[in-house]
């Protein structure tokens, strides 16, 4: 019997690997172990080197973040043996202060496939030796070496499982990060690398645990907040870029790395491009991408018909209402109108495709985020105010500011009108033009246009269905007496547009800037008075040479003082306190909202702009009130403000993500919720009240 069971402990030491003992230096126990019993010539043997750090302590990934060292394993293998790369388990997040390191705690895991050439020979047993060469950290860090051995027997059949340690290395192996399947791709802008992926694993999940490992410690800025916004078949996460994208880097032409989602790991390799289809955003309610080209244009139409409705446009309707009260319905002005706008919303559109194809970060109502523009708009409105109040006369009306031809002038200025209230309310979007323009400005040129021509077409449509529709035109009041003092009147609401433009010049130049636009519309104002006068005296007596010359000269002065010099002296932004019962706002940035949703904190955003009217409505209507202070308190949110006065990449990015391309937009995040809820354009205190106590 004794001799029975001397021959069976001979045998299974024959069968099994011979491992070294395991090795144990400050706060790590490693050694080297096989998931066979053997390696059969020819074949892939599996080897582990298993670290397990003492309790709290934890080594590191091959991507270790900020800080710490990734474990290397030097071989020693016989000739012909050769190591493949490790299989690195699924790491986890190390946050330590303002930094973000990736690794291990508790046993790890790292195997390796080991080739065994055919020439091995049965029978003969292969030592394999590793250096591993670790760092393990706590409140410290320890860098360590162990020098491991494995003597693995070559048999000549397929070797059977370690009976030890070949589980722990086939879970291991299991478990490990691999493709699924799952398309990916990424883009930079602004600072932010956004990281789209899609594909059956992600599929119909509403979890939005998410998080990216990269491989490369330059792709993002680790330490930063990841914001995940989850579609119908994947996920987008939004990054802060690292140095690869920053000066002096090199973009890369693949991103690749780790993405655990819903408890799994996938390895996941995006390339530069469009998010593919199912990613967040595309296809979800209220966004852009679900839009069709006829749907698109229904909503282009329907939101240029309520544009005219909109507070930013209440200056314009004065000039339609001179056209309308001193033509009674004038078709060919209405058609010579209807061609300023059409024209305008073109220009407007094209120049937005063209720059946004150019990677420029340009929205609806750009024009306006140029002190230039801004000034010059300022200075015509208060021309047209002045011809309105009949200081001087451009052919007969306002209507004759394109020209002083009789009714060639009339034409020309029923154009030049709908080219201004063009231009005035661009920066403004009623109700259902931000999915529409979402949608054109992600489309080819030809589609884009085709939705800016239904936009131009709805905000044209009631002026041309007065003037063009016989039963509509009749019911206007006959011209008469009565159409000066309406027109004086309504003098008033272009001044409006005057010194509203020139506030917002204001905020976006300071008291300096301010200056200048003043006296040059002081120097406009006396141009206005000695036209008017030359024109006066030509009527009675005939030319008035002095006079006209003048006023050529005053305007000159005029244009000079808005034109010499930059426009760079931006006023700062406030920091005044609410007062009590207001809410209290804080500069929004991406940063800020991605650290606020990661703590769980619920954010009310409100991108806005000085220029835009209905923003700054909605501002003294809502957001001023003490209801709405009250609920923020009652839920605890946060109130971020992203003025987009003068351009912002960042705020355009915004925008863009949720299909939009200009303000106002209001954004709730509700505590938990995946998507942000999208506020009406239009605001009452009670329908910011009813988002914020989770009724919206």
């Known amino acids: 019997m004794r001799r029975f069971l001397a021959l069976l402990v001979l045998a299974l030491a024959f069968a099994a690997p011979a491992a070294a003992q395991p090795v144990t230096t400050p706060h790590v126990t490693s050694e080297l172990v096989s998931q066979t019993a053997g ?32 474990t290397k394993i030097t071989w020693a293998l016989p000739a012909g043996w050769r190591a ?78 370690d009976p030890v340690h070949g589980p722990l290395i086939t879970a291991a192996l299991a478990a490990a990060p691999k493709p699924a ?26 979890d939005v645990d998410a998080y990216f490992y990269p491989y490369d ?45 819903d408890g799994a790991a996938y390895e996941v390799t ?47 309707l004065a000039m339609k209402a001179a056209a309308l009260a001193k033509s009674g319905g004038d078709r060919p002005e209405a058609l010579a109108f209807l061609a300023g706008v059409v024209v305008s919303f073109a220009l407007l559109g094209g120049t937005l495709v063209v720059a946004r194809a150019a990677g420029q970060a340009v929205g609806w109502g750009f024009q306006l985020q140029s002190p230039l523009v801004v000034a010059v708009l300022s200075l015509i409105m208060l021309a047209a105010a002045l011809n309105l109040s009949g200081l001087f006369e451009v052919g007969t ?10 009714t060639r002038g009339r034409l020309a200025g029923a154009a030049l009108t709908g080219a201004l209230a063009v231009v005035v309310a661009a920066p403004c979007t009623a109700p259902f033009m931000g999915p529409a323009l979402g949608f054109a400005l992600t489309q080819s040129p030809v589609m884009a246009l085709a939705v800016f021509l239904a936009l131009a077409l709805g905000f044209a449509a009631p002026y041309v269905a007065l003037a063009c529709i016989p039963a509509l035109a009749r019911r206007l009041p006959r011209p008469g007496v009565w159409m000066d003092g309406l027109r004086k009147a309504l003098a008033f609401p272009m001044y409006g547009a005057a010194a509203w433009l020139l506030w917002v010049f204001a905020q976006q130049t300071g008291p300096l800037g301010l200056a200048r636009l003043l006296a040059a519309a002081v120097l406009l104002a006396l141009c206005a008075w000695l036209l008017g006068v030359a024109q006066r005296r030509r009527a009675v007596s005939g030319p008035a040479v002095l006079p006209a010359a003048a006023s050529a000269v005053s305007l000159f002065l005029a244009a000079g003082a808005v034109a010499v010099g930059p426009f760079d002296g931006p006023a700062a932004a406030s920091t005044a306190s609410a007062q009590p019962g207001e809410m209290v706002s804080q500069p929004w940035s991406p940063d800020k909202l991605a650290a606020l949703r990661a703590a769980g904190t619920p954010v009310l955003v409100n991108f ?55 303000v106002p937009l209001y954004l709730y995040y509700a505590k938990g919720a995946a998507e942000p809820q999208v506020l009406p354009q239009l605001l009452t205190p009670a329908i910011v009240t009813s988002a914020l106590e989770g009724h919206g």
């Open 181 to 206: 399947g799952l398309t990916a791709a990424f883009q930079h802008a602004a600072g932010k690398l956004t990281l789209a992926v899609a594909g059956a694993p992600l599929t119909g999940k509403a």
């Open 217 to 261: 410690d330059t792709l993002i800025d680790q330490a930063k907040p990841q914001v995940v916004e989850r579609g119908p078949q994947g996920l987008t996460l939004t990054l802060a870029a690292g140095q690869a994208f920053g000066p002096g880097g090199t973009a890369p032409a693949k991103a690749i790395g780790v993405l655990v989602a």
């Open 270 to 316: 995006a390339t530069p491009g469009p998010a593919p289809t199912g990613a967040a955003g595309l296809g979800a309610p209220g966004r852009a991408g679900g839009l069709g080209l006829p749907l698109a244009v229904v909503f282009a139409f329907l939101g240029g018909l309520i544009l005219n409705l909109m507070p930013c446009v209440f200056p314009i």
């Open 397 to 406: 009306s306002v209507q004759g500011l394109g020209s002083g031809l009789a």
């Open 39 to 70: 390696a059969a010539p020819g074949s892939t043997a599996w080897v582990a080197v298993i670290l397990t750090p003492d309790e709290g302590w934890h080594t590191y990934w091959r991507n270790p973040g900020d800080a710490g060292e990734a």
């Open 608 to 662: 806005t702009a000085a220029w835009c009217v209905t923003c700054q409505a909605n501002e003294q209507v809502a957001f001023r009130s003490g209801d709405v202070a009250a609920a923020m308190k009652r839920a605890g949110a946060v109130y971020l403000v992203a003025d987009w006065t003068k351009r912002d990449p960042a705020i355009a990015k915004a925008l863009s993500d949720q299909g939009r391309i200009g």
């Open 84 to 161: 493949g790369d490790i299989v690195w388990p699924t790491p986890k997040r190390l946050p330590l202060g303002p930094i973000m390191n990736y690794g291990f705690e508790g046993r790890t895991v790292l195997a390796v496939p080991v080739e065994v050439p055919v020439s091995a020979a049965a029978g003969q047993s292969a030592n394999l030796a590793a250096k591993v060469d670790y760092l393990v950290c706590a409140e410290v860090c320890v860098p360590g070496t162990a020098n491991l051995t494995l003597s693995l027997p070559v048999v000549a059949g397929a070797p059977g499982a």
